[in-house]
Each structure stands twice: as C-alpha cells, then as structure tokens.
C-alpha cells in the first residue's frame, strides 16, 4: 500500500512537471508568434470593424476598416468618403478585437498593390481628393499622375471638378510625405 501511494505521489509530480513545462513552452510559442505579426496582418483581423487611427501629421482618423494594403489602409469614414492611410504614418490604432488574421503570402499580384497603385486608382477615377501630408499641411484637388516616388496634384477648389480653368497649379508631393489621401465630392465638402 505505502508503494502505491508514493509512485502515486511520484507519478503526480512527474505530470504537474510535465504540464509546468508544456504551458511554458506554449507560452514561449506565443510570444514568439506574435514578434513575428506585423501590423497589417494585425490589421487584417479588423476588417469590417470601426478603429480610430492616429497618424503622423494627420492627428486621428476614424472610420471602418475596409482593405488592408502592403502599405496602406483604406477606411470609409462617417460621410462615406474614403480615406486612403500610408501605413508608414500611423502611431496607434484603437478600436482593434482580439483576432490577428493569419500571416499569409500575398502573392505576387498583391504584393504590388503599394501606395502608388492605389493611387493611381485614384488618378484614375479622377476623384477629388484631400492629400494631408506627415507635416500637417493639407492640399487639395485631383491626382494626375503617379511617380515612382511622388504623386502629382492638380490642384484645384474642392467644390470644383477639374477643369483646366479651376486647376491653380500642379503640385509634386513625394510619396513619403503622405499621410492620408481622402476622397471629397465636389460640392459637398
């Protein structure tokens, strides 16, 4: 019987090490799988949901998260305009759940879809836009034309579509310097 209950005793021990060593490993597992998660694998969890970013030169934008870039965010805020954000700028982001979407190979069509792209799906469109840069300053027009490191901004009112009487200068902006891109409806903003 005493030998019973000391391999009993012995037994247990050896399992509450056993465990004490597992959720130390799961633990250690889990820290290391998120230093490997970057933002906007973190940011693709959020997809669908309200955050409040706060960027670099452009303070707090709100709105839902609508597409995740390589280097970009597109939110669609509370006038239904949509606000293009450079990843590169954005200091905290507030409203996030507790999922990550998974680290995934874009794949090569993804990958490419960069600021410039989406950029010049907005050259494109011929939208309106509010360009604010990392500095704070705010220009405003439509983008004729995207570089390899600098977008061009016809610059013009906002209530006014453009037309080459409305456009009072072009302006080059390098493409580091913006913060975030938002659509405006002529007329209305």
């Known amino acids: 019987?005493?030998?019973?209950?000391?391999?009993?005793?012995?037994?247990?021990?050896?399992?509450?090490?056993e465990a004490a060593a597992e959720r130390a490993e799961d633990a250690s597992r889990r820290?290391?799988?998120?230093?490997?998660?970057?933002?906007v694998d973190r940011l693709a969890g959020a997809l669908g949901?309200?955050?409040?970013?706060?960027?670099?030169?452009?303070?707090?934008?709100?709105?839902?998260?609508?597409?995740?870039?390589?280097?970009w965010l597109l939110l669609t805020d509370d006038g239904r305009r949509e606000v293009l954000v450079a990843t590169s700028t954005v200091r905290t982001v507030g409203g996030l759940g507790r999922v990550t979407a998974p680290a995934e190979d874009p794949g090569p069509v993804r990958?490419?879809?960069?600021?410039?792209r989406a950029l010049r799906g907005l050259a494109r469109d011929r939208s309106v836009v509010q360009v604010v840069l990392d500095d704070g300053?705010?220009?405003v027009g439509?983008?004729?034309?995207?570089?390899?490191?600098?977008?061009?901004?016809?610059?013009?009112?906002?209530?006014?579509?453009r037309r080459t009487s409305?456009?009072?200068?072009?302006?080059?902006?390098?493409?580091p310097?913006?913060?975030?891109?938002?659509?405006?409806?002529?007329?209305?903003?």
Do not use: K, N, S
């Open 1 to 17: 019987m005493r030998w019973q209950r000391l391999f009993a005793d012995l037994q247990a021990e050896f399992d509450e090490a």
């Open 31 to 39: 820290r290391a799988e998120t230093g490997a998660v970057r933002l």
């Open 49 to 71: 949901r309200p955050l409040t970013l706060r960027c670099h030169g452009a303070g707090d934008v709100a709105g839902v998260l609508v597409e995740v870039g390589p280097d």
């Open 111 to 116: 990958a490419r879809l960069d600021l410039r």
């Open 137 to 139: 300053a705010v220009y």
């Open 142 to 161: 439509t983008v004729d034309g995207v570089g390899a490191d600098h977008v061009e901004l016809a610059e013009h009112a906002a209530d006014l579509p």
């Open 166 to 175: 409305a456009v009072r200068g072009v302006r080059a902006i390098a493409l």
């Open 177 to 189: 310097a913006v913060a975030v891109v938002r659509t405006l409806a002529p007329g209305l903003d």
